[in-house]
């Protein structure tokens, strides 16, 4: 089975950094592509950074030169370092990972997500 396992998350203060890591098993980084979401508490979930089997990384525009998507093949690990962080990149981030998030549909696999608050 597909295990992903999201830690890092916590409190930071606007302008701090947060390293979010995502320890997947069952599931190997070259199969598809791996990505990061995000959800405000009662709302629907936004994609924020994937990365593609071949390393390139793809974000959305709110957080480019801020946010930095990567994988350490060796531990078996997804990154997401988080820096000059904003109150609103505050909510619940949840790795995913899957063949069809390459195309852009909705990942199979997801992680059981972690608070990021920023104030």
């Known amino acids: 089975d597909v295990q992903l396992v999201e830690s890092g998350g916590g409190s930071a203060q606007a302008g701090g950094s947060l390293k979010l890591a995502c320890a997947f098993s069952g599931y190997t980084s070259t199969s598809g592509c791996m990505g990061w979401f995000r959800q405000v508490d009662g709302k629907e979930r936004e994609g924020v950074a994937a990365?593609?089997?071949?390393?390139?990384?793809t974000y959305i525009a709110s957080v480019k030169g801020r946010f930095t998507i990567s994988i350490d093949d060796a531990t078996n690990t997804l990154y997401l370092l988080m820096a000059n962080l904003r109150p609103e990149d505050s909510g619940v981030y949840s790795c995913?990972?899957?063949?069809?998030?390459?195309?852009?549909?909705?990942?199979?696999?997801w992680g059981q997500g972690t608070q990021v608050t920023v104030s």
């Open positions: 990365i593609d089997k071949n390393g390139r990384p």
């Open positions: 995913a990972a899957g063949v069809s998030f390459c195309s852009g549909a909705p990942p199979p696999y």
